[in-house]
């Protein structure tokens, strides 16, 4: 019998590791230095964190891993973690709440179930989030972060597009719809449908010249969506906040000089946004997204508290990076062959080495000695030390281990640099 | 080309007799009455059929034990509503069995509605057959928190004290006979053809779904279902309400469950033994809220199944069930807090490993080993699922899976199955089956059980005490 891996799961190889590292350190990175603190959250959460109405849609709901756990006879499920903004959002209420303002990043794994297998259950995700703060200069910040951390790690032909949660919800209020309607097609529309709202708006005519333009919008300019204010005042005037803190957004964007696409339609996320959606898309594919949710924290049993955040979305960044493109040249690496006398001088040699900023690995009676740079015999007589360049093969012995650092300082200046 | 169809027993059985004698199947011994679970075609040389428990036959022909299978569309719904993925065909309505699952709530805390669910403080509990369906139920409503109760029955009698809502299958006039009102109806529910995927891709089952179509368009039975009408609650008319002990503070009162099924007359007679007497137990009515002179005690009839895990959530005090289902539901919570407080040494069985005769294996080790050198997993089927788990990972069995199965769980050997852990009282049932044991887990009497949380009302205490205690001096006596 063959030895399988998990269905739908993935393994990571020390290649694929290496651009997660490299990924994963840039985000972190750029979150430290705009003052974001890490935090990371339990694997397992309750159930029920996710199921009230403005956290997780039902579509989502049907593929989270639940599960009862050994105490769990009164029925309440467990799930490994669905979603990285909810666990955050409740370990601010466990312990944060005091603190107000929370600057927050994390890199951590959510499980959605894929039914086919082929794509994989586990992912990871780099998320920020910015809890107890809720103007148009905070969703700047985090399209800003975002955007310089894509650009760091050398992601070209990044695409912004933007839709709003408010403005949604509150289109669907006007069309005449129960709150559940209203809901399903939220939800329809935050899973991905974009039909969603063609099908219903026609069910009232009398908003049929209206709202339709409201719905399809696509554009580059807060002057287009200022046109649209004016054009709505009179009929719709429960949108003018929405759209007044799009404009406002869509203005601060303008200023920076970023590029953006308005596609109201396209609002896939999450069923806890509120205000702004924002998705990033490299191509078709969507590499991270994000946006305003300021009723999560009180309906989870917080304060009033606003908030907003992304995530990227790691997998797919590890398929897009260039290692080669950010990595800095490797450390030289040395073997270190020690004769069976002089085992001890050997470790305490590779540990120098190590010191000095080399890879120096332990020779085991199975390594090739041209995956190396070097190779370094370690003798009981003399010469105590040999040192072979493996590259242009040339031959140096050595008396102290200071002697065999100066060669390798002098004749391996031309194979990269030392970490 | 083998074809196998699993045929429901039970509530279907006889329409589905019928049906099967008129597509001219020719299957022999498929009746009421039968004592074995074969049968074979007169008409197709090539199809075998076998008899389940109607639960058991969408799992069977879902993980392709089975071609065909007939069952009613409530137990299909409950595994796609898991596993949506799952090998499973709907063929088609065989237009009988008809009913419907209902979530109804209790009439005497008045007239339920969803939005009420849904603005219910604190948890929501669901009593259920149907615990998948319970679960997305709770979840498209969008219920902020809920526990469901997986039931092995009687799920009408939970609400309103052990449940806020029960899933059952049920009428809408049932369902007001047993204080109940429907909250929302869930599913419609008739007898459906369903076929393996697999199977479906891969045989030619022509032949004997012609047989089949014929039967149906000859009868032209109308497919549209009849749109279902059920009392409102508010319209319906007023049921006598259930008289609950009012005089007395609910904390004060003892929640006693009593077994249904076999277990009824022994422990009828135990408790007569005791001085106890019983009202309606058990109930040629299938009331199963009995009432007692025992002062201060209110009595449910439940399934024993069911009762371990109603004592863990404070839904019972006292409860008699067998220990073979305490330790089923010890092994799944191994921290739950319900504990042996009386051995009763009634209904004396043996939970045992059982092989096929034709298996040349004598134990065990001879089994561990026997799986090693296979190259697919050991199939283990029971109806004590967390116990047969248990054995097989105890036991180091390797590459496993259980088989949940819902009673007969002989008829699963060997084709369905290579192990089964199965309870015995004399060893002949097996024997007739050509099995045979090979490993004795445990012996198993009913036992009144309780829960070691504390109890706040000192009233309480002393009266479960004091039924321990006249129950002690009967056992002593028999």
Redesign the interface.
Known sequence: ?RVQRCKGTRDLSPEEMTRFRLIEGVFRDCCLKWGYREVRTPTLEYL?LF???GTLT?GR??KVYSF?D???????RVVLRPDGTIPVARLYIDSMEGEGLAKLFYVANVFIFE?TGKKTRERWQCGAELIGAGSPLTDVELVMLALEILKRLKLEGIELRLSHAGLIRASLAKLGLSPEEQ?TIFDRILDGDTEALAKVKFRRPKLKETLPSLLDLKGKSPGFLRNLKAQLSQDLPELQPHIDDFINLTELLEALGCDYQIDIASGRGFEYYTGVIFQLFRGEEKIGGGGRYDALIPLMGGKDIPASGFALYLDRLMSLVKPEALAKPLAQRILVRAQPAAVKEGFSTADYLREAGYVAEFYLGTQEQADFEWTLAVKSKQPLFILTDQVKRRRFEAQTIKEVLAVLREKGGDKGSVA | MEIKVALPKGRLLGETAALLRRAGWGLIGYHERARFYHTKSRRFPNLSAKVFHEKDIPIQVAIGNYDLGICGSDWIEELLAKYPSSGLLKEGNLGYGEGALYMAASRSEGAATVEEMRAKPGIVRIASEYPNLAESFALNLRLRRFSIFPLWGAAEVYPPESADLALAFSTAEELLQYGLAPVSKILSVSAFLIANRNSWESKDMGEVMASLQDVLISESVPRKLAKEKYPSSTTAPRMPEIQYLSEEPAEDIVQLALPDGHQQSPTLHLLSKAGIHIDDYPSAAGNRRPTTDLSGVTIKVIRPQDMPLQVANGNFDLAITGRDWLMEHLYQFPSSPVTELLDLKLGKVKIVAVVSKDLSVADVHGLRQLNAERAVPLRVASEYINIADKYARDNHLGLYRVVPTWGASEAFLPEDADLLIENTQTGRTIARHNLKIIDTLFASTAWLIGSSNRISSSIKRERIKSIIETLRRAVEEL
Do not use: I, K
Not at chain 1, 70 to 76: H, P
């Open positions: 019998m029920h199921t009230s109405t039902p709901l049907d009862l050994w105490d769990g006879w009164s029925g309440e039914a809901t």
